[in-house]
T-cell receptor, first 114, second 114 residues
């Protein structure tokens, strides 16, 4: 079965621009979570969507937003990009969210802000 | 404040020997713990998990031990193989629906030497 698909794999943007990343979860999975990975901070939780609703949110500024569509696909948007937003952005899907069903991660989108 | 800590950024182990990766947590609300393995340019891959009602969970070469009173868990890999060389992340969650998704440690880079 197909895994979690994230597009694009690599992206270079200029400071001040905005960017949209996409995540297609495993078929049947309704929960999609987003994480940011940086060398200094490790993996940090951004937000989780379930049935098109944001269910949980991490400690990130409002420039980071997301949405989920009726087919469970999710997009993440970052506006007014800063150099510090350069990171690997990972998406994870699970059946309903919560620990007992496990999370499957995509390969990530490597965002570089210059 | 880091709620999940992996104090060893790297660990070198000889092939065939036991690898022991450690993880400490501070939030007593966490009730489910997971280990993920990550290769460069790929997303984390789920390895093994343990519920707080257990103190040990085994899956093939991988065993996770949980000491709730010490807020400590460890991952044992026996015997270690070259393909085990990767970054290992410990993660924790409050399955009752906390706001933070999975909380990750910063990872331990395991190097298996021939």
């Amino acid at each position: 079965k197909a895994g979690v698909t994230q597009t694009p794999r690599y992206l270079i943007k200029t400071r001040g621009q905005q960017v949209t990343l996409s995540c297609s979860p495993i078929s049947g999975h309704r929960s999609v979570s987003w994480y940011q990975q940086t060398p200094g901070q490790g993996l940090q939780f951004l937000f989780e969507y379930f049935s098109e609703t944001q269910r949980n949110k991490g400690n990130f500024p409002g420039r980071f937003s997301g949405r989920q569509f009726s087919n469970s696909r999710s997009e993440m948007n970052v506006s007014t990009l800063e150099l510090g937003d350069s990171a690997l952005y990972l998406c994870a899907s699970s059946l309903v969210g919560g620990s007992n069903y496990g999370y499957t991660f995509g390969s990530g989108t490597r965002l570089t802000v210059v | 404040d880091q709620q999940v800590k992996q104090n060893s950024p790297s660990l070198s182990v000889q092939e065939g020997r036991i690898s022991i990766l450690n993880c400490d947590y501070t939030n007593s609300m966490f009730d489910y713990f997971l280990w993920y393995k990550k290769y460069p340019a790929e997303g984390p891959t789920f390895l093994i998990s343990i519920s707080s009602i257990k103190d040990k969970n085994e899956d093939g070469r991988f065993t996770v031990f949980l000491n709730k009173s010490a807020k400590h868990l460890s991952l044992h890999i026996v015997p270690s193989q070259p393909g085990d060389s990767a970054v290992y992340f410990c993660a924790a969650i409050y399955s009752g629906g906390g706001a933070d998704g999975l909380t990750f440690g910063k990872g331990t880079h395991l190097i298996i030497q021939p």
